[in-house]
């Protein structure tokens, strides 16, 4: 019996109070302390010549408007400003944006979160669980929960960051933010062509390097293309230890095995029909082939220095047992098509997009399967250590169609948006367990006559499921600016959406609860406003107060591993059908400024949302399973705090940094089979919400200055700074670091236990770049990434709970490399 115990919500005005007089009081130290910068306004009223902060225009609100007239918190990094930070990905993006963060679960695996609100780390096998965070390609929706797609900066004009709940224009999905890939478009101005060309090496493992480049062709006063072609090979940094041998006496060891490469390309087109009509049409090709994982293990059933009856092994710190090549491919393909009118008043948007996503992975199952054959049927060795290889496949077909109206005056007192969105996905996901010789093997042994064949699932298939979804949803939204005066802005927005999701389960195997041709389906709809006030109290100061509601949608949860489970696992994690949308109410206040003339900025903002229903992933223990648990109250209270300074021409200094406190405001409770009450997976009220740092900034210190007639030396050093985080909620349960060797105790260990630390320590990473540029577009730059060969943890990885593997994933080592680049 399973019951929730909601607890009222606290008032906690008196911290969200104290933080917004700890920004006060840093506010006022900031302009303390840049006496720099106001001399130097005193230098340019005699006659000094001192550039400004680069004006970063952004559409956060689907129209333009510069980043500081924006009237909620965004950042925005422009393409030479990711270049500069080191910032190769998306997650080394959220290193260097307050509020935003990203877990790194492996290649092309990424869960993104945005101001502390996460439910915990989503795995291959939760195909009907949505994303917090929403990504968009320009105006196309490319987010797919777990596999956030990892595209190339290259030729990208920014990365923009909306922070909070963004349900009115971005809808589903974007329930805590949204993040935006903004490309550059065809121009008809000029022909222009841009190459670069890196090399690196890894301290501690392989080279790698890239090869990009792009070119703009204006054909006519009518035609224009865009071309964007790139390939990148990543060097490994982990070893994989492996058995030496039928005896396995001496291991072997692989170096560097997840090595890989990515290679792709767009292109698109801008035709001008007339002077109000544009059509650009874009087609975007991306690859992905990683040949293992940046997983290091800590404890693993079949290769740990605790065995008596088999040989000790002992792992280095960037070590991992394996008995197999593990991979990681991930194809992804992207045709849309955006159809822009624009008259005097009013203006209309289509954007139609189809995207297909193919991802594979193959992981080595052995000790997951090992420990279940050693435990269920107590077979030897020669079982125990089968090569177990885990297919895991997921194929997405996605249909998606926006179309708005919207006013195109400037000067009018009203701008505003309306429109209508529809999206159809079919997501088709499925896992393979092949264990090569086991029905004979364990008949040959005398372990058990036993046949593995089952409906679907062919001789030696222990585990097969086959999954297909289909995601149907379509909405209505608006938004309106209305400007009360000169200074005084009200903004209104709402979403009103309708989805439904239908299932088939197929499951299989002597693993599997056989389920064959079941089907299931969720639906839902409601309402999502958003209402903004700003106001310009000068010309360099604006504040803005926000309340917004965000979105994600629920779904239907697997069924357990019932073959798998003990009895008291069966009544804890079983009948939970289906989860609940999850909601969030976000109350906001901000402000930005301008100082010294506009050498410096300083934006702050203190939210406060309350959650309910967090959808929160579970381990079901023995089930080999995961599934959603609804957790009816939750809440996240924070500061974003950015500051950038450019007190001369040749130095600016940029600052981002968040304080979020963001933790669980219920509990829920089991009751065992002798009738004793638990909590659930750690699942209780004060808990932190997982996956999301408490404190996170970034500070960057850039300087440039003239070396010679035409060249420009510059250099620019980041220091980011990530604090503690759990992966799981469960994580934080009274002896979750305890592993119970007893409890499956192949190879006779020496000990009871195995103890680990489940939380994940906080880590200081800084990188360095610096080189020559000049003026006609050539540019040479010597970079360190990883200054201090900071050796991260950034995420936990176990399976079968902690009884059969535990590890984590790690950061890339110390890296040095070169680059070259060009434009014309």
């Given at each position: 019996?399973?019951?929730?115990?909601?607890?009222?919500?606290?008032?906690?005005?008196?911290?969200?109070?104290?933080?917004?007089?700890?920004?006060?009081?840093?506010?006022?130290?900031?302009?303390?302390?840049?006496?720099?910068?106001?001399?130097?306004?005193?230098?340019?009223?005699?006659?000094?010549?001192?550039?400004?902060?680069?004006?970063?225009?952004?559409?956060?609100?689907?129209?333009?408007?510069?980043?500081?007239?924006?009237?909620?918190?965004?950042?925005?990094?422009?393409?030479?400003?990711?270049?500069?930070?080191?910032?190769?990905?998306?997650?080394?993006?959220?290193?260097?944006?307050?509020?935003?963060?990203?877990?790194?679960?492996?290649?092309?695996?990424?869960?993104v979160a945005m101001r502390g609100v996460s439910a915990g780390q989503i795995v291959r096998d939760q195909p009907g669980v949505k994303e917090q965070v929403g990504?968009?390609?320009?105006?196309?929706?490319?987010?797919?929960?777990?596999?956030?797609?990892?595209?190339?900066?290259?030729?990208?004009?920014?990365?923009?960051?909306?922070?909070?709940?963004?349900?009115?224009?971005?809808?589903?999905?974007?329930?805590?933010?949204?993040?935006?890939?903004?490309?550059?478009?065809?121009?008809?101005?000029?022909?222009?062509?841009?190459?670069?060309?890196?090399?690196?090496?890894?301290?501690?493992?392989?080279?790698?390097?890239?090869?990009?480049?792009?070119?703009?062709?204006?054909?006519?006063?009518?035609?224009?293309?865009?071309?964007?072609?790139?390939?990148?090979?990543?060097?490994?940094?982990?070893?994989?230890?492996?058995?030496?041998?039928?005896?396995?006496?001496?291991?072997?060891?692989?170096?560097?095995?997840?090595?890989?490469?990515?290679?792709?390309?767009?292109?698109?087109?801008?035709?001008?029909?007339?002077?109000?009509?544009?059509?650009?049409?874009?087609?975007?090709?991306?690859?992905?082939?990683?040949?293992?994982?940046?997983?290091?293990?800590?404890?693993?059933?079949?290769?740990?220095?605790?065995?008596?009856?088999?040989?000790?092994?002992?792992?280095?710190?960037?070590?991992?047992?394996?008995?197999?090549?593990?991979?990681?491919?991930?194809?992804?393909?992207?045709?849309?098509?955006?159809?822009?009118?624009?008259?005097?008043?009013?203006?209309?948007?289509?954007?139609?997009?189809?995207?297909?996503?193919?991802?594979?992975?193959?992981?080595?199952?052995?000790?997951?399967?090992?420990?279940?054959?050693?435990?269920?049927?107590?077979?030897?060795?020669?079982?125990?250590?089968?090569?177990?290889?885990?297919?895991?496949?997921?194929?997405?077909?996605?249909?998606?169609?926006?179309?708005?109206?919207?006013?195109?005056?400037?000067?009018?007192?009203?701008?505003?948006?309306?429109?209508?969105?529809?999206?159809?996905?079919?997501?088709?996901?499925?896992?393979?367990?092949?264990?090569?010789?086991?029905?004979?093997?364990?008949?040959?042994?005398?372990?058990?006559?036993?046949?593995?064949?089952?409906?679907?699932?062919?001789?030696?298939?222990?585990?097969?499921?086959?999954?297909?979804?289909?995601?149907?949803?379509?909405?209505?939204?608006?938004?309106?600016?209305?400007?009360?005066?000169?200074?005084?802005?009200?903004?209104?927005?709402?979403?009103?959406?309708?989805?439904?999701?239908?299932?088939?389960?197929?499951?299989?195997?002597?693993?599997?609860?056989?389920?064959?041709?079941?089907?299931?389906?969720?639906?839902?709809?409601?309402?999502?406003?958003?209402?903004?006030?700003?106001?310009?109290?000068?010309?360099?100061?604006?504040?803005?107060?926000?309340?917004?509601?965000?979105?994600?949608?629920?779904?239907?949860?697997?069924?357990?591993?019932?073959?798998?489970?003990?009895?008291?696992?069966?009544?804890?994690?079983?009948?939970?059908?289906?989860?609940?949308?999850?909601?969030?109410?976000?109350?906001?206040?901000?402000?930005?400024?301008?100082?010294?003339?506009?050498?410096?900025?300083?934006?702050?903002?203190?939210?406060?949302?309350?959650?309910?229903?967090?959808?929160?992933?579970?381990?079901?223990?023995?089930?080999?399973?995961?599934?959603?648990?609804?957790?009816?109250?939750?809440?996240?209270?924070?500061?974003?705090?950015?500051?950038?300074?450019?007190?001369?021409?040749?130095?600016?200094?940029?600052?981002?940094?968040?304080?979020?406190?963001?933790?669980?405001?219920?509990?829920?409770?089991?009751?065992?089979?002798?009738?004793?009450?638990?909590?659930?997976?750690?699942?209780?009220?004060?808990?932190?919400?997982?996956?999301?740092?408490?404190?996170?900034?970034?500070?960057?210190?850039?300087?440039?200055?003239?070396?010679?007639?035409?060249?420009?030396?510059?250099?620019?050093?980041?220091?980011?700074?990530?604090?503690?985080?759990?992966?799981?909620?469960?994580?934080?349960?009274?002896?979750?670091?305890?592993?119970?060797?007893?409890?499956?105790?192949?190879?006779?260990?020496?000990?009871?236990?195995?103890?680990?630390?489940?939380?994940?320590?906080?880590?200081?990473?800084?990188?360095?770049?610096?080189g020559v540029r000049n003026e006609d577009g050539w540019e040479v730059s010597l970079w360190i990434n990883n200054i201090w060969d900071e050796r991260a943890r950034?995420?936990?990885?176990?399976?079968?709970?902690?009884?059969?593997?535990?590890?984590?994933?790690?950061?890339?080592?110390?890296?040095?490399?070169?680059?070259?680049?060009?434009?014309?």
């Amino acid at each position: 019996m399973i019951r929730q115990v909601k607890r009222p919500l606290l008032s906690r005005h008196r911290r969200l109070a104290f933080l917004g007089l700890q920004a006060s009081a840093f506010a006022l130290l900031v302009a303390q302390a840049l006496p720099a910068a106001a001399q130097t306004n005193k230098e340019e009223q005699a006659g000094g010549n001192v550039d400004e902060i680069e004006q970063i225009v952004v559409t956060a609100r689907k129209r333009s408007e510069t980043l500081q007239s924006v009237p909620f918190s965004v950042n925005a990094m422009t393409e030479s400003m990711l270049r500069d930070r080191g910032a190769q990905n998306l997650e080394d993006v959220a290193l260097n944006v307050a509020g935003f963060t990203i877990q790194n679960l492996g290649p092309g695996q990424s869960q993104v979160a945005m101001r502390g609100v996460s439910a915990g780390q989503i795995v291959r096998d939760q195909p009907g669980v949505k994303e917090q965070v929403g990504i968009y390609l320009d105006e196309s929706p490319i987010s797919l929960s777990l596999f956030t797609p990892d595209l190339d900066f290259f030729d990208t004009n920014r990365i923009e960051v909306l922070r909070g709940p963004q349900g009115t224009l971005f809808g589903s999905g974007s329930l805590s933010g949204t993040v935006r890939y903004i490309t550059n478009k065809p121009n008809f101005e000029e022909f222009q062509m841009v190459a670069e060309a890196t090399g690196n090496v890894i301290d501690h493992g392989d080279v790698g390097g890239s090869l990009k480049a792009a070119f703009n062709i204006p054909v006519n006063e009518v035609f224009a293309v865009r071309a964007v072609a790139y390939a990148t090979r990543y060097g490994g940094f982990i070893n994989a230890v492996q058995p030496g041998g039928s005896t396995f006496g001496r291991p072997n060891v692989k170096k560097d095995v997840n090595d890989g490469v990515r290679y792709g390309g767009r292109l698109s087109a801008e035709i001008r029909v007339n002077d109000q009509l544009t059509i650009r049409p874009r087609v975007v090709y991306q690859k992905v082939e990683i040949d293992g994982f940046n997983r290091v293990d800590l404890y693993n059933i079949l290769a740990n220095p605790f065995t008596t009856t088999r040989p000790k092994v002992t792992l280095g710190k960037r070590d991992q047992f394996t008995q197999l090549e593990e991979q990681f491919t991930d194809e992804f393909l992207l045709a849309d098509a955006e159809v822009t009118w624009e008259g005097d008043a009013i203006g209309f948007k289509s954007i139609s997009s189809f995207t297909n996503r193919e991802v594979l992975q193959v992981r080595d199952g052995t000790q997951l399967t090992g420990s279940i054959t050693f435990q269920v049927f107590g077979a030897p060795e020669e079982i125990v250590t089968l090569d177990s290889p885990l297919f895991d496949r997921t194929n997405v077909d996605m249909f998606t169609e926006e179309a708005r109206f919207y006013s195109t005056d400037p000067s009018a007192k009203l701008q505003w948006a309306l429109g209508v969105f529809y999206s159809n996905i079919n997501r088709r996901y499925g896992q393979t367990l092949f264990v090569d010789g086991f029905e004979d093997l364990m008949r040959d042994l005398g372990v058990l006559d036993i046949d593995t064949r089952g409906i679907l699932a062919p001789k030696d298939v222990l585990f097969f499921s086959d999954i297909p979804y289909d995601f149907e949803q379509f909405a209505v939204f608006g938004e309106g600016t209305y400007s009360l005066t000169d200074r005084f802005d009200v903004t209104a927005g709402f979403r009103w959406y309708d989805f439904n999701e239908t299932r088939v389960l197929n499951f299989d195997g002597i693993f599997a609860d056989q389920t064959i041709g079941q089907p299931g389906k969720t639906s839902t709809d409601g309402f999502s406003p958003r209402v903004i006030l700003s106001y310009e109290v000068t010309d360099d100061i604006q504040l803005n107060a926000q309340v917004s509601k965000g979105f994600r949608l629920g779904g239907i949860n697997d069924p357990l591993n019932v073959p798998l489970c003990s009895p008291q696992d069966l009544v804890t994690f079983g009948n939970r059908p289906s989860f609940k949308d999850e909601k969030l109410w976000n109350y906001e206040i901000g402000a930005k400024t301008e100082l010294f003339g506009g050498r410096a900025t300083f934006n702050i903002a203190a939210f406060w949302e309350q959650i309910k229903n967090l959808q929160a992933t579970v381990d079901a223990g023995t089930c080999s399973s995961r599934i959603i648990f609804n957790i009816p109250d939750a809440r996240s209270i924070g500061t974003e705090v950015e500051l950038t300074v450019r007190p001369t021409s040749e130095w600016s200094f940029a600052l981002s940094a968040s304080y979020t406190d963001s933790e669980l405001r219920s509990t829920i409770t089991s009751t065992d089979l002798s009738g004793n009450t638990s909590v659930v997976a750690g699942i209780q009220k004060g808990n932190r919400l997982p996956t999301v740092p408490r404190f996170q900034a970034a500070a960057t210190l850039s300087y440039e200055t003239s070396v010679s007639r035409d060249w420009d030396g510059f250099f620019v050093a980041t220091l980011q700074h990530v604090g503690s985080r759990f992966t799981q909620i469960g994580d934080q349960a009274p002896g979750f670091g305890v592993v119970d060797l007893t409890a499956i105790p192949f190879g006779d260990p020496d000990r009871t236990t195995f103890v680990f630390d489940p939380k994940l320590p906080s880590y200081q990473i800084g990188n360095l770049r610096f080189g020559v540029r000049n003026e006609d577009g050539w540019e040479v730059s010597l970079w360190i990434n990883n200054i201090w060969d900071e050796r991260a943890r950034l995420a936990l990885d176990r399976e079968r709970g902690t009884l059969a593997r535990v590890g984590f994933l790690t950061n890339q080592p110390r890296t040095f490399g070169i680059t070259f680049r060009a434009e014309r």
